[in-house]
């Protein structure tokens, strides 16, 4: 072969291996052919992980853009080419080969070479070539390490692998459902613009540019229309609207909202004049808004502002309020508090028309949800949009309104709402109106238990900012001194009834006096061990028996005390507890463990750190779980829930001191009266949460009268607990008291043979504390409890009327029922209300303030994060109950596992909540 015939282009070179030596032979290279790109090639991807360096063999067309950026795949060398003196030339790119390493080899590339032309002058080199091999790998992810480890056992796997999982991908897997759900919706898209193109051209709807009108015959139509439901019907036809009343429908809302909303929103621009029109389409947004995302869609478009004409028509006037009000009763505490910025119109409305019932009961209604949004939360008010909704006026006419006799049941509940709501952040404005304190008063006498709750939380919010905590330190000097006076002649006699051994007076002063000669002892013979057994007991035996000091002696030269070196690890009396403790852990028998506990919880307890408190007392309940005063350190906790449970399973230890004992019976009244009242204000007769509260109730009852009956007469909790049991008796007998509630003190002569009714007892309570110079503190239960007793006997007279005949209606009749125009089925409240299930479960709406009244049990799937109602929430795979939020509804994929949350049923009928709480 001639090797000038042809150009090096066209030539190629094979190496022959019939010799022991390696020569290149030209051969003539195939026609040239476009580049495959068929061709499959493995090309290296590497990457930086966990510190690591990661190298993945991927298999791409030739011509990808992969296998241009990524350097070619090259095999692993044989052992026997590894271990001679082959030596790889480094190449400058990915792609170049290493060039032959022989004699012959390069002596024929160079004849088959053409002469090659004279290079010109060097360019001079403006930078420094980079490094080979200096490139930073890319940083994978967790989730890409993942799926690249996927990908590699795919491929090195069985081969009937690929088989399989291509076989299930094309029987459907969940994206392919998916998308099969996606292609019928855009099938009923195009149906409905099919049917709306065929209405245009039959000349019922005209499409120009892009708005949206309706024909003049269809106008007249709607004037002619008698009743709102039927006008309704009408518009939601003529829109091809899917049924909203239902699930399913919302659904398809959300999936052509911009489009629907278009219509609508055309129709009532060209229409503001007509006032059917107009109330037809925002009762269609108002139905809208049951669902939570629809609702804050259209909240975004302004619905608020076009709600606001159709109060100044006196025939849209009612319908305007209606759909007010179903819009705050499902609405967010956004969308309330925005509707709250019209209390002065409603407020306007009602005095104009303040002999029309239906106006005073939908504007009391949306008030109490709008207004409850801006001052019913912990958190502070904000003061502008405060003082714009003018709560006094607010206050005053509402509390007029409930003594007319149109009041309805459902204007009455939701007032009550309003005014236990505003009582926390507006009290200075409710103290100084007499007759609305009188008729929340007066509602502890309702034949309603929630009713009666719902008052009771209201009186008691109107104290929240001024009262004083619950805090008190005694000083055994002052105990020493006021004893040193004697007890007055009839504090005397009840001590002495009762033992004076027993009393917390007496307990203490010898308690104090064991600690300091346990410590003196201490000093002279440094035993921690014998100083910690005499601490445990004291600890156990009252609460202020380890008292605060030094080891102090007077300096003659300064006539001050001074701190002196005793030679032990502590100066402090209380820093010897945690000395003393590890110096019982030494001992290591069960019994010393216990003590050693008891130290380290009380020293917790006497630095005021109840968090670590317990913390520890709960590591100590896995060790023992019958540690009583464990148990009593984490009654301490703010933890209603988890406080309760503690109390109930302290007060079953066997060994337990008369201390320990006294205080988890106050710990168990505290914790089961909070409970039942906050569970109560939320709960509807018939209800497991309903039967829950009644019994935390009752268990606070009980377990007062236990307290009453048992604890000294100079408790300093005696007082407290007694509050407790006046709320709790009240909130639970409600009308069966008398107005001078002298049944409160039946119970406890039963108990107790003292000739006392509860309120004497609390007068003592009172001076037992101010005889030893600790006064009791003006808390919120002692504040609810003047101010109940204060008003009691002037409420029943003043507003028992207006409760009584409250507690006679009827959701069912005429006189508590919403007005309606005409007929109940012509009228559009009626329809608002009405919302299905596509199947045959039933699911509630959360309720509002007032769980009695519900008038509109709207059937969504509520988000199991932040509890909006909304048709595109789906129901959890795993319990079928609770619901999961789909993506973009509050930013994020949100599935809240469901068995965390959801409670076991259980029967809760008085004290069997309580066994259920303290079952171990």
């Known amino acids: 072969m001639d090797p000038t015939s042809d150009s090096e282009d066209d030539l190629d070179y094979v190496p022959l291996e019939d010799t022991g030596d390696v020569v290149l032979q030209p051969m003539r290279k195939p026609a040239t052919k476009p580049p495959d790109s068929s061709r499959i090639v493995k090309i290296e991807k590497r990457y930086r992980f966990a510190g690591e360096d990661v190298i993945e063999v991927k298999e791409v067309p030739e011509d990808s853009e992969e296998a241009k950026k990524w350097p070619k795949w090259q095999p692993a060398l044989p052992e026997a080419i590894q271990s001679s003196s082959y030596t790889p030339v480094e190449s400058a790119g990915p792609s170049e080969l290493p060039a032959p390493s022989t004699a012959q080899a390069t002596t024929s590339a160079q004849e088959l070479k053409p002469a090659a032309k004279r290079p010109g002058p060097r360019k001079p080199k403006t930078k420094l070539a980079p490094l080979p091999g200096t490139q930073k790998a890319k940083k994978l992810t967790t989730l890409d390490k993942s799926s690249m480890d996927w990908r590699s056992h795919v491929q090195t796997g069985a081969s009937d692998l690929k088989d399989e999982l291509e076989a299930n991908r094309r029987g459907g897997g969940y994206l392919e459902r998916v998308e099969f759900l996606q292609r ?183 008030m109490a949800h709008a207004i409850g949004a801006v001052v019913g939360q912990e958190q502070e008010p904000d003061h502008r949009l405060l003082a714009s909704i003018d709560i006094r006026s607010v206050l005053k006419l509402t509390v007029d309104n409930l003594r007319k006799p149109s009041a309805s049941h459902l204007m009455i509940n939701h007032a009550v709402g309003l005014l236990t709501s505003v009582t926390l952040h507006c009290y200075k404005e409710c103290k100084a109106m007499p007759p609305l304190i009188q008729f929340l008063t007066a509602c502890l006498r309702s034949s309603d238990l929630t009713t009666r709750c719902n008052a009771l939380g209201g009186l008691t919010r109107l104290n929240g900012l001024e009262a004083e905590p619950n805090k008190q330190f005694f000083d055994p000097r002052k105990i020493m001194d006021a004893v040193s006076r004697r007890f007055p002649d009839n504090l005397t006699d009840i001590i002495m009834d009762y033992g004076m051994d027993r009393c917390d007076t007496t307990l203490t002063l010898r308690s104090s006096a064991d600690f300091q000669r346990a410590l003196m002892k201490c000093v002279q013979d440094h035993d921690l061990y014998a100083l910690g057994k005499t601490i445990a007991q004291l600890v156990v035996r009252t609460e202020f028996s380890i008292t605060g000091g030094a080891y102090q002696t007077m300096n003659e030269q300064t006539g001050q005390w001074e701190i002196v070196n005793t030679g032990l690890p502590f100066t402090m009396w209380g820093d010897a507890l945690p000395h003393c403790a590890r110096a019982l852990r030494q001992k290591g028998t069960k019994e010393d463990f216990d003590d050693a506990e008891i130290c380290e919880l009380k020293h917790h307890v006497l630095q005021q750190n109840i968090p670590a408190a317990i913390r520890a007392g709960q590591e100590v309940l896995q060790r023992n779980p019958q540690l009583a005063y464990a148990h009593y350190v984490i009654a301490l906790g703010a933890d209603n829930t988890q406080g309760l449970k503690s109390a109930k399973k302290g007060l079953k230890c066997k060994q337990i001191t008369p201390f320990v004992r006294h205080y988890l019976l106050w710990r168990a009244v505290e914790h089961a009266g909070n409970l039942g009242l906050v569970v109560l204000q939320q709960a509807t007769e018939g209800e497991k949460d309903y039967g829950e509260g009644i019994a935390f109730l009752v268990s606070a009852c009980e377990d007062a009268k236990t307290f009453i009956s048992e604890a000294p007469p100079d408790n300093r909790h005696m007082e407290t607990v007694l509050n407790w049991y006046i709320i709790c008796s009240i909130a639970i007998r409600g009308p069966e008291l008398s107005n001078d509630m002298r049944e409160l003190g039946v119970s406890i002569l039963e108990l107790q043979d003292t000739g006392q009714d509860a309120l004497e007892k609390v007068a003592l309570a009172d001076q037992f504390a101010n005889f030893l110079e600790h006064p009791p503190k003006k808390t919120q239960m002692r504040l609810t409890r003047q101010l109940i007793v204060q008003y009691y006997q002037t409420a029943a007279k003043n507003w028992g009327s207006v409760v009584e005949r409250f507690d006679r209606m009827d959701l069912s009749s005429e006189s508590c029922s919403i007005p309606s125009p005409s007929k109940a089925e012509d009228d559009l409240a009626a329809w608002l209300d009405d919302l299905h299930f596509d199947d045959d479960e039933h699911e509630h709406a959360q309720r509002c303030a007032h769980p009695k009244i519900s008038i509109n049990s709207v059937s969504l799937y509520r988000c199991s994060h932040c509890g909006n109602p909304s048709a595109v929430l789906r129901k959890c795979g795993g319990c079928g109950t609770a619901t999961k939020a789909v993506k973009n509804h509050i930013g994020a994929n949100i599935n809240v596992s469901a068995s965390r949350r959801h409670r076991e049923d259980s029967v809760c009928i008085f004290n069997a909540i309580i066994a259920l709480l303290t079952a171990s």
């Open 184 to 366: 019928v919706e855009d099938r009923k898209v195009d149906a409905l613009d099919a049917m709306v193109e065929r209405a245009t051209r039959n000349g019922e709807v005209s499409r120009r540019s892009t708005t949206y009108t309706i024909s003049e015959s269809f106008v007249d139509d709607i004037e002619n229309a008698e009743g709102w439901n039927l006008i309704v019907t009408m518009l939601c036809e003529h829109f091809k609207l899917p049924d909203i009343t239902r699930r399913s429908g919302l659904k398809k809302v959300h999936a052509h909202f911009n489009e629907i909303y278009k219509k609508l929103n055309d129709v009532y621009t060209k229409n503001l004049g007509n006032d059917k029109i107009l109330g037809g389409i925002v009762g269609i947004w108002a139905k809208m808004s049951a669902d939570s995302i629809l609702r804050d869609r259209l909240f975004k478009e302004g619905l608020v502002s076009k709600m606001v004409p159709l109060l100044d028509m006196p025939s849209t006037r009612h319908i305007g309020l209606q759909a007010l009000s179903t819009v705050t009763h499902h609405g967010g505490i956004a969308s309330r508090q925005e509707i709250a910025k019209l209390t002065p119109k409603l407020l306007q409305l009602i005095n104009e028309f303040s002999d029309d019932a239906v106006v005073m009961e939908l504007a009391t209604v949306t």
